[in-house]
């Protein structure tokens, strides 16, 4: 490939490191910094710049960087012990028990040997005493000078020193090693032709300013490209929860199709949440077991407590047999968490009995479960009534297929249901190509002893779909937890369109 | 809800057809198909249909289904000349008691466990735990008619089912396992129940344990059938125990019961009847069936029916528990006719739809907290008062506790979000800084739903200045005008805690959190935080 190198193709801090380069020939990033005079990072980015244009070489090596440890630096600081004891001699021969009173036992046992290893002196007997006695001339100490130059520069390379006084000082645990990448930058022959060709720096500009703009004067200035493929800083999109984003979009469907949202109170009586549903007094539902009862409780809306009671007890004017034994207007009183938005909606058409009403909601729910992975004491719950004149079974049947195929569900079937406050009742299922048919909720017509009492004189088709086992679908989780228990680095990196793309999967 | 296990070679030879096309239409009748195994199916049935809570009560229907034997099922039932007498010491404690004799069983280990099993689903639907209804199935040749049901003392004596000596009632409710789960049902009574016979041999402890004597075994070919409880329904339980045990080819017997001078005779297998008009079965449903057709359907699902013009007069089976209304019957048609075959269709009135103006406003503050680089996060509303309270320094303040709170984590529902938050954060600790989330939605305040929005920001710069910004601009976006004044909120540091005002009430409060706070919550950067109500 011809070269395209021209000086004047290079922004100035490429020349100043090129400059550099063919002085030093090779360095590490370091070295380059300071011969070049730039930040490190600077350098970096320039010398890959550089080596792009075949202008330099880079080089990765590893590298043996050594340290001190704790009693190297000590030592490296007042000297090694044998030559502490060599200069406490002043040249003259003494014995061990004189030693003994200027230095520790451990110390001197260190230094004997090292002063015999290193020739530094002699060490014999003599009249029971041991004598040690320097020699006149000495070698100067590796050891000592390596330790010094570390105490400088550590963590350093020791390429330039005698391999054999690094591993004495490495067995003497005087100093550790630890491995790094180095990245050895060097000029190319390419790179020295330019250079002799002759490099003028001149400033460029790496960032345009409002000045450089309105001047004109950015026509003169050379901007400095940018290496496009160099990384960028990672920075995240705040964003509403995904959870929520799924359940914005159900509203969204159900507001397409012509229905209200409403919304309403956790804390209900037993009589919206349990009797107007028609659900017997004695059902194992209600027990505390199942259900968060509160200390307080609420009102009876007086005008419909006669026609529940009547219905519960003998069936009211329906034609029903109703539950028969006592209706106890005390246990409908009682006050708790709602075990279904389904309290809601029914008094949403206790309010509006007047058709046609076509109403959702999206709300949590309350149910007394120990917490596991897939089950929770709270979690949202989507419900939908329609009441009109005239509407029946296939209608409720249309108004969940649409839904689940709106959500991205192209196959759905029914099947038998049982609901206490719905007859018919029936449970839809959509198909997930790697789960097969999943039961997505419950749904029916709410039975003429839900409706007769309230005044609502046509059939209500209603469903109340479990929202959370969608979400896990949608969202891939494992663990229903999850959803509650936010993971900040989980939200950052959960991609805005993985919602919508995750239809179906 | 009871799952019944259907082994394969009773069940075909109680159908009258092979396993697969059985099984293939089993969730067509209203059923869950829990496992599949070699030797059988477990199956789950719906709590309001006792009838099949049996391999011989699925049998029964899944003829009709199939096509197989359609219509009212006739049971016939002989006089038994057995008798037995209410006594009026038992009317305040257990009052109601239907009776039957079945003759001629034969009885396996694998019927003797359907019959078992079906007791016990009955004991637990019908029967409330055994509070509504208990049920005694006896080996009636080793006791001696006429029987007699009335309370005696604690301190009577006699062998329990599972025990192999003598014990008293008190002793029973203390010690045998089935005393100590049920003896609560008995609280407060001073005599207890007791069906004994001639000789005063014991039949059963009702609602707790039959006695020992009257064991079934493989060897026993006829029993008396004893349903006790507190209302009607025990008439339904006897009828279905019989029933189940007539479809085995065994004849049904009546007891006479006499009681204060009056005497009945059990059970009354005689049909209930209704009658549904062509109109009302169509128009629910939303199909155009005549009523020869809705007539079929019924008997498919073995009602009895008759087709009168518009009208079909309807024989329900004193098995069926769950015919309250017409549209139990309607219902019923619909799972004849098949779910598979209806034809979706959505409603044809037009309407608006229309958002509710609380969502708006919490949509809103998600676009202004997302837009100040917030994250949205969602966490429980159940929550307890120490991480609500003492780990925000806050002193304790009034809560709306639940009243059996399933774990110490889960005592109260919130009425701040703060907390939620704080927590949050303690779970990310290893997570990039800064970290700015916030949460929105609905608090207790007094029993009703309050929403609000909390946001909290932490990092190594994070202070008063930065929060002040935020919560200007939220309330800014939201076009509300306010003023701050000092705060005393002690989950706040000092001289860096301000109150929000709207028209002069308190709203919320915001600042730089204390670091007592922040060390409770396992934290070590500056948090700071805001939490106002939403009107």
Redesign the interface.
């Known amino acids: 490939m011809a070269s395209p190198n021209k000086p004047s193709a290079l922004t100035a801090n490429e020349k100043r490191v090129l400059l550099a380069l063919s002085k030093i020939k090779s360095a590490d990033l370091q070295k380059l910094a300071i011969a070049s005079g730039l930040q490190v990072d600077a350098a970096m980015q320039v010398a890959f710049l550089l080596a792009k244009k075949g202008l330099a070489n880079i080089v990765e090596e590893m590298l043996a960087l050594y340290s001190l440890t704790p009693e190297g630096e000590l030592h490296a600081r007042q000297g090694l012990p044998e030559q502490r004891i060599l200069a406490y001699t002043k040249d003259k021969p003494i014995t061990l028990s004189e030693l003994k009173k200027a230095f520790a036992d451990k110390e001197i046992s260190i230094a004997l040997g090292w002063l015999r290893r290193k020739g530094l002196a002699s060490i014999r007997k003599k009249d029971k005493k041991i004598i040690i006695e320097p020699f006149k001339t000495r070698e100067k100490d590796l050891q000592e000078e390596i330790l010094r130059y570390l105490l400088a520069h550590q963590p350093e390379d020791l390429a330039s020193y005698s391999s054999a006084t690094v591993q004495e000082l490495l067995g003497r645990d005087l100093i550790r090693c630890t491995e790094r990448t180095s990245r050895l930058i060097a000029i190319t022959n390419e790179g020295r032709k330019l250079v002799r060709k002759g490099i003028e720096i001149e400033e460029d500009v790496g960032q345009l300013t409002p000045d450089l703009i309105r001047s004109g004067e950015w026509k003169k200035k050379c901007l400095r490209p940018y290496d496009i493929h160099a990384p960028s800083m990672r920075i995240f999109a ?4 995904p ?2 984003r799924l359940l ?1 979009e159900m ?1 969204q469907i ?14 209900q009586t037993s009589f919206w949440n349990f009797d107007a549903l028609f659900q017997p007094q ?1 059902h ?1 539902a209600r027990e ?2 199942d259900t ?5 409780k ?1 009102e009876l809306p007086g005008e419909y407590v006669r026609n529940v009671k009547d219905v519960h007890e003998h ?1 009211g004017d ?5 539950w ?2 006592h209706w106890s207007k005390e246990l409908a009183k009682a ?1 708790v ?1 709602r075990t279904h938005t389904t309290t809601l909606t029914i008094r949403h058409l206790a309010e509006n009995p007047n ?2 009403v ?1 109403a959702f ?1 999206i709300g ?1 729910v ?1 149910r ?4 596991d992975a897939t089950h ?3 979690f949202e719950q989507l419900e939908g009534v ?1 009441m ?1 004149e ?6 409720l ?6 839904f689940y195929h709106r959500m991205g569900f192209a196959d759905v ?6 609901f ?1 406050y719905t ?4 449970e839809p299922e959509v198909h997930v190509p790697e789960l097969g048919w999943i039961e997505l909720g419950g749904a029916g ?1 709410f ?3 839900v409706t007769a009492p309230l005044g609502i004189k046509h ?1 209500v ?1 209603a469903w109340g779909l479990g929202v959370s086992r969608l979400a896990m679908l949608r969202l891939g989780l494992r663990d229903l937890r999850d ?7 989980w ?2 990196r959960y991609p805005i369109s993985q919602l919508s793309d995750g239809k179906n999967e | 809800m009871p799952v019944i296990t259907l082994r394969y070679d009773d069940l075909e030879k109680l159908v009258g057809a092979d396993k697969d096309p059985i099984l293939k239409q089993i969730p067509m009748i209203g059923a869950d198909i829990e496992r599949i195994e070699d030797e059988y199916a477990d199956v789950e049935f719906f709590p309001d249909r006792p009838d099949l809570f049996s391999v011989e009560g699925v049998a029964r229907a899944m003829r009709g289904f199939l096509g197989i034997e359609t219509g009212l099922c006739k049971y016939d039932v002989k006089k038994s000349n057995i008798s037995i007498t209410i006594e009026k010491s038992v009317k305040p404690i257990r009052p109601c008691l239907t009776c039957a004799v079945v003759r001629g069983l034969h009885l396996d280990p694998g019927s003797i466990e359907s019959l078992m099993t079906l007791q016990e689903d009955l004991h637990w639907g019908l029967g409330r735990d055994r509070k509504k209804i208990s049920i005694g199935v006896h080996d009636i040749s080793k006791v001696e008619p006429p029987f007699v049901y009335k309370a005696v003392d604690a301190s009577m004596e006699f062998v329990p089912l599972d025990f192999d000596k003598k014990m008293s009632m008190r002793a029973i409710l203390e010690k045998h396992p089935k005393g100590v789960q049920f003896a609560h049902i008995l609280e407060g009574a001073k005599r207890y129940p007791l069906i004994a016979d001639a000789k005063n041999n014991v039949l059963s402890f009702p609602p707790i344990i039959n006695g020992a004597l009257t064991a079934v075994t493989e060897e026993t070919t006829d029993v008396f059938v004893e349903v006790t409880g507190i209302d009607a329904s025990v008439a339904m339980a006897l009828n279905i125990v019989v029933t189940a045990l007539a479809e085995r080819g065994a004849k049904i017997e009546s007891v006479e019961i006499a009681s204060d001078g009056k005497s009945v005779v059990t059970p009354n297998l005689s049909p209930t009847s209704r009658k549904l008009s062509v109109s009302e079965v169509n128009s629910l449903l939303g199909i155009a069936l005549n009523a020869g057709q809705i007539a079929r359907e019924l008997e498919k699902m073995r009602f009895g029916a008759v087709a009168r013009g518009e009208t079909i007069d309807v024989a329900i089976p004193a098995y069926r528990a769950d015919i309250l209304h017409n549209w139990d019957l309607i219902e019923d048609i619909a799972i004849g006719y098949g779910f598979d075959k209806f034809k979706p269709e959505l409603p044809e009135t037009p309407t608006i739809g229309k958002t509710h103006p609380i969502e708006d406003k919490l949509a809103l503050l998600r676009e202004i907290m997302v837009g100040l680089g917030f994250f949205e996060i969602t966490t429980f509303t159940l929550t307890n008062e120490r991480v609500h309270f003492d780990m925000m320094n806050r002193p304790r303040a009034k809560a709306t506790k639940v009243r059996h709170p399933i774990s110490e984590e889960h005592t109260m529902i919130r009425s701040i979000l703060l907390p939620n938050l704080m927590s949050v954060l303690s779970q990310n600790k290893h997570v990039e800084m800064p970290q700015r989330i916030f949460e929105v939605g609905d608090v207790i305040i007094d029993s009703k739903d309050v929403q609000k929005l909390a946001g909290v920001s932490t990092h190594s710069a994070a202070n008063f200045a930065e929060i002040k910004s935020i919560v200007d601009v939220v309330l800014r976006e939201l076009g509300l005008e306010y003023e701050i004044i000092e705060s005393d909120d002690t989950a706040f540091l000092e001289g860096r805690r301000a109150s929000i005002l709207i028209r002069r009430r308190n709203i919320g409060v915001f600042g730089e959190i204390h670091p007592d706070v922040i060390l409770n919550f396992g934290l070590d950067h500056p948090v700071v935080a805001f939490e106002m109500e939403i009107r």
């Open positions: 705040a964003k509403k929860h959870y929520q914005d509203r159900f507001l397409e199709m012509g229905f209200e949202e409403i919304r309403g109170d956790i804390i004695d194992p505390m077991q968060f009862y509160l200390d307080s609420g069936g329906i034609g029903s047999t109703g028969g034994g006050n968490l058709p046609p076509k909601c949590r309350y007394r479960e120990a917490i929770l004491p709270e329609v009109d005239g509407v029946s079974f296939r209608n049947l249309g108004c969940l297929a649409e079937r029914f099947r038998p249901g049982y206490p007859e018919p009742s029936v017509i039975r003429r002893e059939p088709l959803l509650y228990n936010p993971d900040i680095d939200l950052r």
